[in-house]
């Protein structure tokens, strides 16, 4: 019922299982408690960006992913009431990715017996006398560890622990799926957004056949969030319902995608100001992932982010953890010293590296939510006179190289 462990990683989502792979890469080995009792993914896919790119290949992983989608060739963004197109930049390599592949990939290169599943973590706790944290586990067991990354999502309970426990929820709601053309779409490469006054259509190819779409749309009244959330059917319909001045293949695409796969999802945030003034660890504890900087995906960056916490975090504990040679010179060992000063030592570089890019990263994503939101005219105009001055280079987000694991 009780077992000692040196790194724990709690969650088994992408940021996890990078996390995971990231260590194994370095040679430290950890063990990642999943609630889940199978690897599973919520949401049917993932736009992966340049950003994303760097880590995925850092993480040893990019080569195979690349095979399983095709790379966007272009973007554009259509106003219906006007049929005005702009176009939408990518600014390098953009795939969108089937977030099973995502998942199946990084858990392919870990260990055997890495992933504990059905394990859900109820709470966590610093030792008094030890200093070290104590995991309470669903089924009554205990894991004492030397390192604890909390990577299980927007409400963490690792987070909570560090004193990360505020979130927001956006009036913005996704809606997403999977639409199968058996005979081939015949689209182009491209990544489509489609908006009128009701919602916003935005569409990727991920292969020949296979098309994954979104839909945001702002909240009408808590009855419709109520009943739209449990009935994929009535929220399908009603999104077509709101399409009718859409072309036709975009509300054949919608009308005709896999029941199975149409999900809503309300959006929950970590506040910006949260993550610049708040710690991100505490004692040898620390956070990843969403459960550090969950944002809405209106940059379709909390994944990307994820990926690279897991490529800086190990990293930063292999410089600190991997004992040197006794004289100094020559290669590492593998012998790993948890001594607790070293540990935070490794979360505080880590810290330092990881929240200005999880502010920027959520401060834009703030801003644009203000826009898509049912906010007065002067708070849209300021807004877009701020992102105007801090985020001049729109796509700058994709230029970021979370550097070499
Ligand atoms: C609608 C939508 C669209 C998005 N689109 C994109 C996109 O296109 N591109 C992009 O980069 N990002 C996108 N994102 C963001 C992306 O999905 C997340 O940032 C990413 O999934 C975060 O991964 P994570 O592992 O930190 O958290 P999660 O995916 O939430 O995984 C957490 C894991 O921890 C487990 N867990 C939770 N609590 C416990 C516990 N107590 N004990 C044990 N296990 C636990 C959960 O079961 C889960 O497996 C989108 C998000 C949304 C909502």
Redesign the pocket.
Known sequence: MSEERDIVV????????ATGLALHRKGIQSLV????ETL?A??S?????PN?WRALDQLGVGPKLRKTAIAMEGGRIVSIPDGKQGPILLGGEVR?LRRMDLINVLAEGLPSNTVRFG????SVELDPTTSRPLLHLDDGGTIKAKVVIG???????VANIVGLNKTGLYPTY?T?GFTRYENGHGLANEFVVMRNDELQLGWLPIDDRLVYW?VTRNWTSPESRATLSKDPMLLRSSIVKAMNDFPTEAIQMVSGSDLATVQY?E?RYRPPWEILRRSLRKGVIVV????MH????FL???????LEDAVVLARCLAEKIKLANSDGHGPRETRLSFEKPAVEEAFEKYSKERRARAFWLTLQTYFIAMLLGNYSGIIKLMTVLLMAVLFSDKIGHTRYDCGRL
Request: hydrophobic share 45%; proline share 2%.
């Open positions: 709690v969650g088994g989502g992408i940021c996890g299982l408690l999943e609630r889940s599973r919520t949401g896919a993932i736009i992966m960006q994303g969108c394990c859900r973590v109820v990577c299980d999502g927007v409400y963490s309970v996704v997403r979104f999802t959006l990843a992932g969403d459960a969950a944002m809405a995906p379709a960056q909390g994944g990307a982010a994820s």
